[in-house]
C-alpha cells in the first residue's frame, strides 16, 4: 500500500511536534533546518526563575524561525523550511548543585540525550540543525557532540550558539559590576523583557560584585585562559554574579535583538548549504 504525498507543509507550523508524518518527509525533501533550544534547571538566585535559561534559549529559537520565515519574501519552500524542535530543559549544572533548585544531568548523559536525537534526524534524513543554549555550562558538552559527529555523519551540519555571548554590544552597554554574570544584569534583563512576570523583582538582591571580595581559587576561575571552576556557592550565597538589580526590560530587548538578529544572518547562510 503506497502512502499518499503532500505539496505543502500548513503556513502556520513552527514547531517541529505539530507537523504531520507526511509534512515531516515533505520538510526533509526541503533541507529543512531544525532548531533545538537548550538550558538548564539550576538556581538563579533569589529573584530568577530555575528555567531561565530555558525560557531564554525557546525564546530566542522561535523568534529565529519566525524571523526566517518573514524573510522568505513570499517563498513558500522556504518560508516552511525551518522548525523549533522540543527544547532539553535539564543540562549540565555541576557547578550550582549546592544551592536550591538545581538538577544537574552531567555532561555524559546530556551528551548522550543530545548525540542520540540529532543521530536519529540525521539517519532520517535531515541534514542541518543550530542548538541555541541558555546556558553556558552546555558549550562543552555540544563541542564533544559536533566533533564526534564529524566521525559518524560528517556531512551533517552540526552547529551550536550561547545565548548571552553573542550580544557583544549591547552588553558593553549595560552598567555592570566588576564581576558580573550568572543571574546578573544581562540574565535579568532578558527575563524582564521575555516575560516580566516571571521575575521577582522585589527579592533581585546581588551577588559577587568585586574581584577583591572573592578568595583566591574563586578569583582565578574569573580568568577565562587558562581555564579553572569553582561551585557556585563560592563566589556568594545567593550564587548571583553582579548586581540584577541595574536590570532593565529594556536593555534585555536590545541584548535578544542582537542576539536574534545575528543567529537569523547565520541561519541564512544554513539555509543556502
Avoid at 6 to 15: A, K, L, T, V
Avoid at 62 to 91: E, H, T
Avoid at 130 to 145: D, E, F, K, M, S
Wanted: charged share 20%; with cysteine; hydrophobic share 40%.
Amino acid at each position: 500500500m503506497s502512502r499518499p504525498t503532500i505539496s505543502e507543509i500548513r503556513p502556520h507550523i513552527r514547531d517541529y511536534t505539530e507537523l504531520t508524518s507526511l509534512e515531516v518527509e515533505l520538510a526533509k525533501d526541503r533541507n529543512s533546518l531544525l532548531v533545538l533550544p537548550v538550558g538548564a534547571c539550576e538556581q538563579h538566585g533569589d529573584g530568577l526563575p530555575l528555567g531561565t535559561d530555558n525560557i531564554r534559549a525557546a525564546h530566542v529559537a522561535r523568534a529565529v524561525v519566525d524571523r526566517l520565515r518573514d524573510s522568505a519574501n513570499g517563498d513558500q519552500v522556504r518560508a516552511a523550511s525551518a522548525f523549533v524542535l522540543p527544547g532539553i530543559d535539564y543540562g549540565v549544572s555541576p557547578h550550582h548543585r549546592f544551592l536550591p533548585g538545581t538538577i544537574n544531568i552531567g555532561p555524559r548523559l546530556f551528551i548522550d540525550l543530545v548525540s542520540s536525537i540529532v543521530r536519529q534526524l540525521a539517519d532520517a534524513g535531515f541534514d542541518r540543525l543550530l542548538v541555541i543554549t541558555g546556558h553556558g555550562g552546555n558549550l562543552a558538552a555540544l563541542g564533544v557532540i559536533q566533533q564526534s559527529l564529524l566521525a559518524t555523519h560528517p556531512d551533517f551540519v552540526f552547529a551550536y550558539a550561547p545565548v548571552s555571548a553573542l550580544a557583544t554590544e549591547a552588553t558593553a552597554q549595560l552598567p555592570r559590576t566588576e564581576v558580573s554574570g550568572h543571574c546578573g544584569e544581562s540574565e535579568t534583563s532578558q527575563m524582564l523583557a521575555i516575560d516580566e512576570s516571571l521575575v521577582d523583582s522585589g527579592h533581585l538582591n546581588p551577588g559577587a560584585t568585586r574581584l577583591d571580595d572573592l578568595d583566591p581559587r574563586a578569583r582565578l576561575s574569573r580568568t577565562k585562559s587558562p581555564s579553572t571552576a569553582v561551585t557556585f556557592d563560592r563566589y556568594s550565597d545567593n550564587g548571583v554574579l553582579g548586581d540584577p538589580r541595574t536590570a532593565t526590560a529594556a536593555a534585555g530587548e536590545d541584548i535578544l535583538g542582537e542576539v536574534i538578529d545575528r543567529l537569523v544572518a547565520y541561519c541564512q547562510e544554513l539555509q543556502r548549504l
